[in-house]
């Protein structure tokens, strides 16, 4: 688990040393994003999806992850609207922060050295690709389009984002059994090797010259998002799973160990596509990854079978 997080920390700080010395450039992370955002992604999407074995994706660890990203995201979604009445855009930027996890950079190194078994994160991997991703590039067009377009055309729009289109081609796929010829296959990988680094290094990008839980940049957003992501969604988690589906002790650990992953670098990419709620994302990705180690330390101290 700590080589994972290690190999991380040094891509995030590539990152953040291209941003030091500017090495790329003015509009640099704004490029990286949209690549990431328009090719490496759903490339990456559709590999991992199209690939996967449909009876892990629909196991109960599945229902557990739906269970405790919902409970922890409406919990924001109630005192970031009711009490502090944010508007939608950052509205929905912080309910992901809540409750998206990093369930590919950081969750497969962490199913493999911790879990021993990479396909664990493949339900949570599907339940974000598939509902909360979709879902929230909805809102999120319609929320930066501040109602010019009708619901209609928003969902319209939205279903000719590229990473739902791959999200669906990918099931697809995988439910009909599909082979997809290595000639096809084989680049579509390899230019979706690229995100992950280049998601990594756009998140070193931003954190040159940012200042975390500066005042009047959501400082109470990215509390109550990075609490609840850290701590609260691994006991809704837990709770599920130990007092509900009374899941076998192997499955617990990996379900409570996917929630306690930190917030998805993809949440960011998602707030600089549509330019709302950046430092919310920004600010929580970066506590929920420091406060990922701890975390994930003492959930295996507790519940390893």
């Not at 078994?117 to 909805?138: C, D, E, F, G, H």
């Not at 998140?203 to 200042?211: D, T």
């Not at 650990?253 to 920004?282: C, D, E, K, M």
Request: some cysteine; charged content about 10%; proline content about 6%.
């Amino acid at each position: 688990m700590l080589q994972g997080f290690a190999v991380i920390g040094v891509i995030v700080l590539v990152g953040y040393l291209l941003g030091r010395f500017d090495l790329l450039g003015p509009g640099a992370q704004l490029v990286l994003n949209r690549f990431v955002f328009f090719v490496a992604a759903p490339c990456l999407l559709f590999t991992v999806i199209a690939t996967a074995d449909t009876a892990v994706l629909f196991s109960p660890i599945l229902l557990v992850a739906a269970i405790s990203a919902l409970s922890v995201a409406g919990v924001y979604v109630l005192v970031a609207r009711l009490v502090w009445h944010r508007p939608l855009g950052p509205l929905t930027v912080g309910a992901l922060s809540s409750g998206y996890v990093n369930g590919n950079n950081i969750g497969l190194p962490v199913a493999v050295y911790l879990l021993g078994n990479a396909a664990y994160t493949a339900p949570i991997i599907l339940l974000q690709l598939m509902v909360l991703a979709p879902t929230a590039l909805v809102i999120l067009d319609a929320a930066t389009h501040e109602g010019r377009r009708s619901v209609a055309g928003t969902v319209l729009t939205s279903l000719r984002n590229p990473l739902i289109i791959a999200s669906v081609l990918g099931t697809v796929v995988a439910l009909a059994h599909l082979r997809v010829p290595a000639l096809v296959l084989e680049p579509l990988r390899l230019l979706g090797g690229a995100s992950v680094p280049l998601m990594l290094s756009a998140f070193g990008l931003s954190l040159f010259g940012a200042r975390p839980l500066a005042a009047g940049e959501g400082r109470v957003d990215v509390l109550l998002a990075s609490f609840l992501k850290a701590i609260g969604m691994p006991l809704v988690a837990w709770a599920v799973g130990a007092l509900v589906l009374h899941l076998p002790a192997a499955e617990l650990h990996a379900s409570v160990v996917l929630a306690g992953l930190p917030t998805a670098q993809n949440v960011l990419n998602f707030a600089s596509r549509y330019g709302t709620g950046i430092p919310i994302a920004r600010d929580t990705g970066l506590i929920t990854t420091i406060a990922a180690v701890p975390v994930l330390l003492v959930v295996s101290l507790l519940l390893v079978p």
